[in-house]
């Protein structure tokens, strides 16, 4: 296969260290790792083989098609958005593999198709995704065997008391079931305190290295760095403009090198004219409208890059979102298909 002129440099270390810290912080808990939407960019069967290796033993993706692609892992995945009736035939002959059933009518599904182990995710107040806790005190759960007993938390990246009250639902709900385990806390949950860890934490983007809370910063690592080729390096006289709309004016004559990334690569359109690539300590920023697949950048204090050299994008995870407007999230989950992913 030819190497593309883009690629993700993505850190194992820093990734098993951010599972270990958050490991930590779950006390006796033990901690999972959410690796839907492809491990949130990064390639979720090199990061579930990461974290396997280094003792993680529960895994959480959306749908049965991301459990299609953890086949050969090994691993147990639960399956957050339960079973759909296009579902069942994957889901029953999936022994690696249980629903997290959200609802009534996935409970029902479930156990008239003698399904096996189950996880159920109760609501407790995001009205997103769950059965009513009164629903699981009443016994619709009786005689089926849940292994994990969950919720979610609606703002735990906030000071609400929403968090109280829902760590206090799901504690309710502790002798009212036969689940062997419960579990309410991802990242941001886990920062909350050792009353939230329950028996399993799932967390997801602290461990690509996004700082969802102040109380993990400076504990984090970046995991992330995108790299893109340098396609031309050109002089830009004084007075001509750069990219889609000129948008950007050279003041004097400027050295420019011309980056294969683009929104369509995740590095959208807010990037324009705040971005910038780091080559050691040198900044290099990021000039005019970043296009579908190509961005412009300043390198004036890098005379010696030339074409098909590589530039590293600064990619600080909390630091770009507070420049850009995205979410840590978005600036994960949107990398696009068409990175190499390099595991350093
Ligand atoms: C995505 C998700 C997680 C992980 O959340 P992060 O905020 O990325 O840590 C945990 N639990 C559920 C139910 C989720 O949907």
Redo the contacts with the bound molecule.
């Keep these: 296969m030819i190497a593309s002129p883009l690629r993700l440099r993505l850190d194992r270390d820093a990734l098993v260290a951010n599972w270990h810290t958050l490991a930590a912080m779950s006390g006796t808990a033990a901690c999972g790792a ?1 690796v ?1 939407a492809n491990g ?1 960019g990064l390639g979720a069967p090199e990061v579930v083989r990461h974290l396997a290796e280094a003792g993680c033993r529960d895994f ?1 993706v ?1 749908t049965w098609r991301e459990v299609l692609a953890l086949a050969d892992a090994g691993v147990a995945v639960s399956v ?1 958005h339960g079973v759909r009736e296009d579902d069942m035939a994957v889901a029953l002959e999936s022994p690696h593999a249980r629903p997290v059933l959200n609802s009534v009518q996935q409970v029902r599904r479930w156990r008239d198709a003698g399904g096996g182990a189950c996880d159920v ?1 109760v609501d407790t107040g995001m009205n997103r995704l769950g059965i009513r806790p009164e629903d699981v005190a009443a016994g619709l759960l009786a005689g089926m065997q849940v292994e994990t007993l ?1 919720s ?1 938390l609606a703002c ?1 990246d906030d000071e609400s008391p929403l968090n109280a009250q829902q760590r206090d639902s799901l504690a309710a709900l502790r002798d009212r079931t036969q689940a062997r385990r419960m579990s309410l806390a ?3 949950g886990i920062a909350l305190g050792p009353d939230y860890a329950f028996d399993l934490t ?5 461990l690509y290295g996004a700082v ?1 809370v102040p109380a993990l910063a400076g504990r984090i690592r970046q995991v992330v760095t995108p790299e893109a080729q340098i396609l031309q390096r050109r002089l830009v006289p004084a007075g001509a403009g750069v990219g889609y709309n000129l948008t950007w004016t050279a003041t004097a004559d400027t050295e420019v090198a011309i980056v294969n990334l683009g929104y369509a690569d995740g590095y959208l359109r807010c990037f324009s004219g705040k971005g910038r690539a780091m080559l050691d300590d040198r900044v290099l920023p990021v000039i005019g409208r970043v296009s579908m697949d190509l961005t412009a950048i300043d390198v004036r204090a890098a005379p010696d890059l030339v074409e098909g050299d590589w530039l590293a994008m600064d990619y600080d995870l909390a630091a770009t979102a507070a420049l850009t407007g995205l979410s840590q ?1 978005e600036l994960l989950t949107g990398l696009g298909a068409r990175y190499d992913r390099i595991w350093v």
Excluded: E, I
């Design positions: 959410a839907k949130y959480f959306a957050l995710m969950m979610h735990a991802n990242s941001a799932r967390p997801g983007v602290a969802p999230y």
